[in-house]
């Protein structure tokens, strides 16, 4: 059973994790909304705001309070899943809040005291800062995107997942051919074939993404770390991720969370077949670790910050 903490152990202050409206498409998005319902079912006073400039420095304050309902006002509508429990934070919250920013979001535009920064890629990869604020606390999805960044503790691990298991499974059907997904591998794109005929899963909802890995027998896929690849796992069809040029298997391997049932190229896909179960069997330990990651999270945080 997962670990329990008393509420003693959670930040009195709100804490705020900067997102934008939930996207089914959007890993990163996904995790951010998931990490927020998991600290409300835990009883933490959690909430999402959207990345935004807020000008509180302008003077005089009724100009920045104007400035501030401009812009915002230009925001997409804030949607969450029906399934989460994601409620937007108010200016009052925002005043006294902790905020938590992925890597993604450049600088700190909320302007708050108190500043989380949580690397689900590697700064700078798909847009923020390349170097991280010392000021600030860190924390990693995977052990890959802090290496070569900031020292960074180990005991900063954060991972939540919100696995579509209702929607990805074997169905036991007659799988052949080959699927592919690009994401974020375009820099391995040059090793598509010519003539290449497998399905393109790019742009595709879930639902149309599982239908395919049903009928297929192999996932190639460019991006190096992805949940998809765990996806296609669980619907019968063999993920075979496009190795990166320099970068060896093992080396993959240290970054990735889950290490079987996962092929690193070719020439490993008898073994991730052969090695299936076992991923499965340590998905379903890892979400048992999930709470506890974000126990601990709650912890430093109210060390760092009270």
Known sequence: MPTQAPTGSFPTRPIVVVCRPFDENSGGQIVLHALIDRMRRLGVDAYASQPCKTYRSLRPAWLGALKRWNYRRKLPEFSAHESMDVPVASEAVLDDAIVVYPETVRGNPLEAERVVRWLLNRPGLLGGNETLDPSEEVFFYQEAFAEGVAPVSPD???RVRWLREDIYRDENRTHSGSCRMIRKGTDTISQIP????????DGLSHREIA???????VFYCHDLYTMYAYYAALSGCVPVVVPRPGLSAEDWRDGFELKHGVAYGEEEID??????????ADMAAAREQETENVLRFLAILKERFG
């Open 156 to 158: 900063r691990l954060l």
């Open 194 to 201: 010519e003539g290449d005929r497998a399905i393109p899963l």
């Open 211 to 217: 239908e395919v890995f049903n009928k297929t027998e």
């Open 271 to 280: 073994w991730a077949r052969a090695t299936r179960d076992q991923l499965i």
